[in-house]
């Protein structure tokens, strides 16, 4: 069974940056696609950007530039950079993987594709 856990959230400044970690154990991560979702509050959880076992990754358009998802398989950990981050950017973040591929495609954005699920860290951006 695979496990993810998240962390690095913290408050930052508009503008500021973060970077959130999501280590796995369990399994290794090499042929898992790693997505990264948000949900703020009253809001439904979206895709926010992912990175499959070739190492493609995809951004939704609002992140765009701003941030960079990475992985070390080694380490069995993703990571996700966040940079200048805005007000809209509080969520609470997390991470999720899968063993399936989409052709065509990066990954699915659906959060009901992936099959694990990290507890979520929380980033809140205010001055």
């Known amino acids: 069974q695979l496990q993810l856990v998240e962390s690095g959230g913290g408050l930052v400044q508009p503008g500021g940056s973060l970077r959130l970690s999501c280590a796995a154990s369990?399994?290794?991560?090499?042929?898992?696609?790693i997505g990264w979702f948000r949900q703020a509050p009253g809001k439904e959880r979206e895709a926010v950007s992912c990175?499959?076992?070739?190492?493609?990754?995809d951004y939704t358009d609002s992140v765009k530039g701003r941030f960079t998802i990475s992985r070390d398989n080694a380490k069995r950990t993703s990571y996700l950079q966040i940079d200048s981050l805005k007000p809209e950017d509080t969520a609470v973040y997390y991470c999720?993987?899968?063993?399936?591929?989409?052709?065509?495609?990066?990954?699915?954005?659906?959060?009901?594709?992936?099959?694990?699920w990290g507890q979520g860290t929380q980033v809140t951006v205010s001055a």
């Open positions: 990175i499959n076992s070739d190492g493609s990754t």
């Open positions: 999720a993987a899968d063993a399936a591929t989409w052709p065509g495609i990066v990954c699915n954005r659906e959060p009901a594709e992936f099959s694990y």
């Open positions: 369990g399994w290794t991560l090499d042929h898992f696609t």
